[in-house]
């Protein structure tokens, strides 16, 4: 693992920040000075904050958990895929899609639906349908793959997010931060690195820059990957959802709590003998009745 020099991010671009009338004030610890109407972020700050970055990572991928990369900018989303690829972790690159942390149950019926349909294109079972419903199946499959095929391995939540640029992609570092999921991410003069469990500061929009940092994060992961012994995949019906009125609810079929069986109320002998004589005094009038008649 070749780990970045100072040299190295000043090569690409690292230090660029956003036009001083841009910024976020929360950003003034890792700002070294204003040039031209640009801020210039302190590079020594920033490989402080990639080595607590990758330490961090390290032990999460240690403990058998997975890395969940995010960027969806088209200059930029190329390049996270191959790094998230090439490190065993997984990536999302395209929209993110509201509730994929926090609703990650019914994300989990999209992709248990998306295999299916690969399965069944694999196996020849949509030949016997019209083309319109062929058609159809496709079109289907081709949508679902473009935003989960990141994603499509992932059985239970990731133990960290890796974010280009946190401002962008404020909804997926919200939903980190409801469920308690540390985030690291590359956070530029314009963002608030409140949110951001370990925020490197850098330029997020340069290609360079962001290829730089990435291919040290996947690094970290594939280096820990190949010391970490191998987890057991968790069962299909684990699923975490987040509720705004009891928070993390976590559910597993066969974790649940089953209620207690009712128990049975036995029957006193004194009221068994009270019911018999209530039923005992009414049967000569009856049998009198029926004698009249």
């Keep these: 693992m070749t780990q970045p020099q100072l040299q190295d991010l000043l090569e690409a671009g690292v230090h660029f920040g956003h036009q001083t009338r841009r910024w976020n004030p929360k950003m003034r610890r890792f700002i070294f000075a204003e040039r031209s109407g640009i801020y210039i972020i302190d590079l020594q700050k920033t490989l402080r904050q990639l080595e607590v970055a990758q330490e961090l990572l390290r032990g999460v991928v240690l403990k058998g958990e997975g890395v969940l990369f995010v960027c969806t ?13 090439r490190c065993g972790a997984y990536w999302v690159t395209e929209r993110w899609l509201g509730g994929t942390l926090t609703n990650f149950q019914t994300i989990k019926k999209q992709i248990k639906r998306l295999k299916e349909l690969e399965q069944g294109v694999a196996e020849g079972e949509f030949e ?7 058609l159809l199946f496709d079109r289907e499959r081709a949508k679902l793959d473009k935003y989960l095929s990141g994603i499509k391995n992932m059985s239970r939540l990731p133990g960290t997010l890796f974010v280009v640029d946190a ?16 985030v690291v991410a590359i956070v530029d003069t314009n963002a608030d690195p409140d949110l951001i469990t370990v925020p490197i500061p850098g330029n997020d929009d340069a290609i360079r820059a962001v290829s730089l940092i990435a291919a040290a994060v996947s690094d970290v992961i594939a280096e820990a990957r190949r010391q970490s012994p191998l987890r057991e995949a968790v069962e299909e019906g684990e699923a975490v959802t987040y509720s705004t009125e009891t928070g993390v609810e976590a559910e597993a079929e066969g974790d649940r709590k089953k209620k207690p069986a009712r128990r049975k109320r036995r029957p006193k002998p004194e009221a068994i003998a009270a019911r018999m004589k209530t039923e005992e005094t009414p049967a000569p009038a009856e049998s009198s009745g029926g004698g009249e008649s």
Excluded at 167 to 182: C, F, P, S
Aim: proline residues 0%.
């Design 128 to 134: 016997h349908y019209t083309k319109k419903e062929q």
């Design 73 to 85: 900018k088209k200059q930029l989303k190329n390049i996270i895929q191959a790094e998230a690829q």
């Design 167 to 182: 401002k962008k992609e404020r909804i997926a570092v919200a939903e980190a931060n409801k469920l308690g999921i540390a």
